[in-house]
């Protein structure tokens, strides 16, 4: 069980700059790192406890000689600081391929996320000016000369929402995927948090194509499938606040698999702790799923579970073609997007069909 931060436990705000965007104590340490973060040596490897933006860290430290004894991370989640980010980019890249895909049969298709988020990101804003993150995300594709052709779908949308042709924001998920719809196919998109969900809801007010609903991702996947189209998509891609992220999106396949088996479901995870990774392919492998595809990129070496190193994404029921051309991208992206030698992209079957 936790302790509770003893007396003299310092604030936040006095250690980090970002303190204002999480609330977080530290409890004292026997030793402090360079920045003022609390570390501690276990078995000989020390470890430095840095909280990353829009988290609230949680450790404790056992008795003498302080070893680790629990971390666990709690997001308190705007999307604002990571919007354009690798992540972002590897994942709209893949969902422009997956619906242009569904674009092969005139009849209509339909698009459900089940964590839209805004729709939109200002990179004026604050949040987004602190972080960064696009700077080493989409940025580099922008200034591109020449970028392969599997991009076009993509860097159209991000130029849809920059007609000045100055880069200025950023078109989320939503945003991208309306981009790709037909007259006669539609979108529903689910949003829990309330500034969001008002954001997203400002979007595409007055689009009669767009569904926006302020609900949970995972319960929508029982009430709102199948959808009448019996054609689609389903993006499943959490804010990875909750411990048990992994374990409440099986859950959902689950209830969606049992609902609508044959649709196509793609679920982005991040990589920080391999484990947890692998417990979760573990499971997929284990399930009712079929053609189920695994594509990763990682821009950082996977040595540590205190930042971003990469991300992935799994593609249930993977149409046709998908893998070739997804990963005809990947080193690109690897290329454009690594921040270390050490960066990889890979692309593979989990359960072949």
């Not at 666990?72 to 604002?80: A, D, I, K, P, Q």
């Not at 729709?119 to 594709?141: C, M, N, T, V, W």
């Not at 979007?203 to 009430?223: C, M, N, S, W």
């Not at 799923?289 to 594509?295: D, M, T």
């Amino acid at each position: 069980m936790p302790r509770r931060p003893p007396a003299g436990s310092k604030p936040a705000a006095e250690r980090f700059p970002n303190a204002e965007h999480f609330p977080l104590t530290l409890i004292p340490s026997p030793t402090r790192g360079e920045g003022g973060e609390p570390r501690c040596s276990h078995l000989g490897a020390e470890m430095h406890l840095r909280p990353l933006n829009g988290a609230n860290v949680h450790w404790t430290l056992a008795r003498p000689p302080f070893r680790l004894r629990a971390i666990s991370f709690t997001l308190n989640y705007r999307h604002l600081y990571h919007a354009g980010n690798f992540a972002d980019v590897f994942k709209h890249v893949a969902l422009t391929l997956l619906l242009r895909g569904l674009h092969a049969k005139d009849t209509p298709f339909c698009f459900l996320e089940t964590h839209a988020g805004a729709g939109r990101y200002d990179f004026a804003e604050p949040a987004a000016q602190k972080s960064g993150e696009y700077h080493d995300g989409i940025e580099r594709l922008w200034a591109a000369e020449a970028t392969p052709a599997g991009f076009d779908d993509y860097l159209a949308a991000v130029r849809a929402v920059n007609p000045d042709g100055k880069l200025g924001f950023y078109p989320g998920s939503p945003r991208v995927a309306r981009h790709l719809l037909r007259p006669q196919d539609r979108m529903v998109l689910c949003e829990r948090h309330p500034e969001e969900f008002d954001r997203l809801k400002d979007e595409f007010i007055g689009d009669r194509q767009v569904a926006v609903h302020e609900r949970d991702g995972y319960q929508a996947l029982k009430a709102l499938l199948p959808p009448a189209e019996r054609r689609g998509l389903v993006l499943i891609d959490p804010p990875y606040e909750q411990a048990d992220e992994f374990e409440q999106i099986i859950k959902g396949l689950r209830n969606a698999h049992e609902r609508w088996a044959t649709g196509i479901y793609a679920v982005w995870y991040p990589i920080k702790d391999r484990n947890a990774v692998a417990r979760f392919h573990t499971r997929l492998h284990a399930g009712e799923w079929r053609k189920v595809l695994i594509a990763e990129l990682a821009v950082f070496p996977e040595d540590t579970a205190f930042r971003l190193n990469g991300c992935g994404l799994v593609v249930i029921n993977t149409p046709w073609g998908f893998e070739r051309a997804f990963g005809e991208l990947l080193p690109d992206l690897r290329q454009r997007l690594g921040r270390d030698p050490a960066a990889r992209a890979s692309i593979e079957w989990l359960v072949p069909e």
